[in-house]
């Protein structure tokens, strides 16, 4: 019995088989029922590759794209996050300069450090890694140096939010009539992904640590985003068959090896797609952090 192929009204192509009971291949009953690894690497590989063609002609107008990072005090996780961009960014030809803080830095002396990189032509974003002692404020930042997009009228949108935007394309799913869910509400993922997905016109549901019937509302759910950064968030009790999962929370263990909301092999039984933890949805955060670099050049 042959595929079908069919593009549907919004460009997705659809594959058309016979039910897995009538297929006497066992080769090809194995693909369709094995789970997919998404391989977050390899769409910000490509992602990089573009950027670094975008640098390219930039530079030839004199224009090196610039990313100025603001670390406060010494937190293991950001130290990690921030040598990621620094990778990312040295592929690309851009420049990165880190300002490294003692957490006991004044208002008034972050304030300055802040000024400083806004009113410098030649400092096109602005990150302050978090987190952040309580105390400082981040507001300043100039609106077409804010790359992170978390201020209030950033021309910019959230990276964490393109990069779950790529992971959907990269596997060719629509989302259209799907029940998202998203995992967390959080200032710097749960909450603008729920934005962002809100602004392409769809709904999805949040679920925080107040929400009633989690169990059933997981269960029902055809995509769940988790940003907890929590052990077993997610299980194979409580997904349904065919449930695609994305895993923006991370975690370390005992022996600080990085892990995602949800243990791989326990819901791989149920997920014919899901990001892995490395490699998963950090390295396409980290691209579309740069993609907003490249874009603020030019703003």
Known sequence: MLTKLAVNAFGVIEFSLPPLNTLSNPHVNAILTKPMLIDGKAIADTILETLKVDVSHLKTS????????????????????????????????????????????????????????????????????????????????????????????????????????????????????????????GETAGKPIAEHLTKMGYAPIIIHSQTPNTKEIMQSADIIISCVGKKRVITSENI?????LISVGIWRDTEGKLHGDYDEKDIEIKAPWYTPTPKGVGPVNVACLMQNLIHSCTV
Do not use: C, M, W
């Open 62 to 185: 004199g224009i090196t794209p610039t990313l100025a990072v603001i670390l406060v005090g010494d937190d293991p996780a950001s130290l990690a996050y921030i040598k990621q961009k620094q990778k990312a960014a040295e592929i690309i030809g851009a420049r990165i300069i880190l300002s490294h803080q003692s957490s006991s830095i004044s208002k008034d002396d972050f304030k300055k450090l802040i000024l400083q990189y806004n009113d410098d032509p030649n400092i096109h974003g602005i990150i302050i890694q978090r987190p952040i002692p309580n105390n400082l404020d981040t507001t300043i930042v100039k609106l077409k140096k804010d790359i992170d997009g978390f201020l209030p009228n950033s021309p910019f949108k959230v990276p964490v939010a393109l990069a779950v935007d790529e992971i959907l394309k990269s596997i060719h799913i629509s989302l259209v009539n799907k029940n998202i869910v998203i995992i967390g509400r």
């Open 240 to 244: 349904k068959q065919g449930v695609i």
